[in-house]
């Protein structure tokens, strides 16, 4: 079993729909998670970091993470043709070194149809 | 904001080359990170470094080394290139908290 898991996708949805993506882990360690979004041939961007269980909103993107049920979503709430991307979760770990690693899903392929 | 910058996007190497990636960050970061991006597996992590001279594997070392003599670059090499290193490598830096990525370099190895 992975340690993260995220559907690949493809999710395809109309302009304005409200878009769930979600991840589950398995190690209960993890204390940061985070949400990339990544176009074609460019590196990742963050776009939401959260430390606790609950909700976190920025603009159209909430994040929500569940550390009971080891389960994190991203919603985008109005979205645009320009949300079209892979979306990343990714969560982090602390090594014997005192630093963090991160370990990422496989990503998520969204299309939003004009 | 945090710019991190690696030299290539685009690079074609033989089998059995020895190859260097490099990776320069402009915000004083401790800690630095080689991926690979392949489909179906996501990001795995190559190497990372968390100061000067200093390294840690990752989950996918085998093949690769690394080199950190100035906190702002951080170097991957191809020891001996193979097909199978056939990939997109990202870079990343952070002091606390995520990853800032650079655009990485697609490898391909013929």
């Excluded at chain 1, 645009?80 to 090594?95: E, G, H, N, R, V």
């Excluded at chain 2, 089998?15 to 970061?29: N, P």
Aim: net charge neutral.
């Amino acid at each position: 079993q992975k340690e993260v898991e995220q559907d690949p996708g493809p999710l395809s949805v109309p302009e304005g729909a409200i878009v769930s993506l979600n991840c589950t882990y398995s190690n209960s360690a993890f204390q940061y998670f985070m949400w990339y979004r990544q176009y074609s041939r460019k590196g990742p961007e963050l776009l939401m970091y959260t430390y606790s269980s609950g909700n976190k909103e920025d603009g159209r993107f909430t994040a929500q993470v569940d550390k009971s049920s080891k389960y994190i979503s991203l919603f985008i709430r109005d979205s645009q043709p320009s949300d079209s991307a892979t979306y990343l979760c990714a969560m982090s770990d602390l090594t014997t070194s005192g630093t963090y690693k991160y370990i990422f899903g496989t990503g998520t392929r969204l299309k939003v149809l004009a | 904001d945090v710019k991190v910058t690696q030299s290539s996007r685009y690079l074609v190497k033989r089998t059995g080359e020895k190859v260097f990636l490099e990776c320069v960050q402009d915000m004083d970061h401790e800690n630095m990170f080689w991926y690979r991006q392949d489909p179906g597996l996501g990001l795995r992590l190559i190497y990372f470094s968390y100061d000067v001279k200093m390294k840690e594997k990752g989950d996918i070392p085998e093949g690769y080394s690394v080199s950190r003599e100035k906190k702002e670059r951080f170097s991957l090499i191809l020891e001996s290139a193979s097909t199978n290193q056939t990939s997109m490598y990202l870079c990343a830096s952070s002091s606390q908290g995520s990853n800032t990525f650079g655009s990485g370099t697609r490898l391909t190895v013929v």
